[in-house]
């Protein structure tokens, strides 16, 4: 009878031990980031029973998988200096720098995009429109110089009420690497100052064809651009799951309408 206590005791405390080590992951794991210290986005695994799919670009989708992520614990940092607010909205770093002080939201969204164009010679694809609806095309060719200087323009007249007015809509269940949650504030009644944009790094699906993504952003001030961390499940994190019946999405702490997503 003492030696079933005695294992009765010892199995609890090990059952207690082994959910409070998981407690603790999930509470110290979700406020570091990169906290497997994966080197892109692409090495980030996808969910149980899901495989990567590239959409209609496959290079576009490599491209994006291929953004190389600063080391583990890595802060966000403003442009300006400093570690940015709420940390923890942070999965992973993009090591990639930024601009200007203007590179926000829906810019980062956009300089994404010119960078693949530009790694792959596309410069005539270059172009975006300013809040005006003028078009604003890339004539620099091969130069980087040139072409941080057109992006650093671009920021300056384009926003996320230019954004959401030039991109396509894309229907939820056809979500491809590349698109864009993107609203204007013009959009949202009350005292909502400011739009949002963020863009879909890497869409996963499942043989029953449900979908998975990853997000990246920026946001105002200037900073660094990161992969989103998904608070709705952990584990899971920083993939969230396709709910394609939904009104809306709650994307970390914004909200989507089913119209809002885009593509270029």
């Known amino acids: 009878m003492k030696k079933i206590l005695k294992w009765t005791i010892v199995g609890a405390l090990l059952a207690v031990i082994a959910v409070g080590g998981f ?8 406020k570091t980031s990169n906290p497997h210290n994966y ?26 998988r291929s953004l190389p992520l600063k080391v583990r614990g890595s802060k966000v940092q403003l442009y300006t200096g400093g570690d940015s607010r709420l940390q923890s909205l942070c999965y992973a770093v993009v090591d990639l720098p930024l601009l200007s002080n203007a590179e926000q939201c829906a810019d980062v969204c956009m300089r994404l995009r010119a960078e693949y164009l530009y790694s792959t010679g596309q410069y005539r694809r270059i172009r975006f429109q300013d809040v005006n609806g003028k078009t604003m095309h890339y004539g620099g060719g091969a130069s980087r110089k040139a072409f941080e200087r057109y992006l650093r323009n671009v920021y300056g007249v384009a926003s996320t009420f230019s954004l959401s007015r030039e991109l396509e809509q894309r229907r939820l269940k056809d979500m491809q690497p590349g698109d864009v949650f993107v609203y204007a504030a013009a959009d949202r009644p009350g005292n909502h100052k400011y739009g949002h944009a963020v863009m879909v790094v890497d869409v996963a699906q499942d043989k029953h064809g449900r979908k998975a993504f990853l997000l990246a952003e ?25 709910d394609e019946d939904a009104d809306d999405l709650q994307l970390a702490v914004f909200h989507y309408k089913t119209s809002e997503l885009r593509h270029f």
């Open 39 to 64: 080197k892109t986005i692409g090495d980030i695994p996808e969910p149980w029973g899901y495989e990567r799919i590239s959409g209609d670009d496959a290079g576009y989708a490599k491209f994006l």
């Open 23 to 30: 407690g603790l992951w999930i509470l110290f794991g979700s």
């Open 218 to 242: 920026g946001n105002t001030p200037a900073r660094d651009i990161h992969v989103m961390r998904n608070f709705t499940n952990p584990i899971r994190s920083p993939w969230f799951m396709l």
